[in-house]
């Protein structure tokens, strides 16, 4: 994550947007306190996001399903 200064952030906000455009999340800071942070919109591009879990997950399991019950009937069963 990258951190910019409040005053860093208003002298090139387009920058800012382009590196967030990115996938990058970046922090806001003002005396040296985070008071915001900037975060892609849902579905932006972001280095080892989801994919990087999923192609750890097959290398772990060679392709095969996890043992153990799927999610959906963990949660089945916890609404009883």
């Known amino acids: 994550m990258k951190t910019v200064t409040v005053a860093q952030a208003e002298a090139n906000f387009s920058a800012l947007l382009r590196v967030v455009e990115a996938g990058e999340e970046v922090k806001l800071v003002r005396r040296k306190k985070a008071v915001a942070r900037i975060v892609p919109m849902n579905g932006a591009a972001k280095p080892g996001g989801w994919a990087g879990h999923f192609a750890k997950l097959d290398e772990i399991f060679g392709g095969k399903p ?15």
């Open 66 to 80: 996890a043992p153990g019950k799927p999610g959906s009937r963990v949660i089945i069963e916890g609404r009883r």
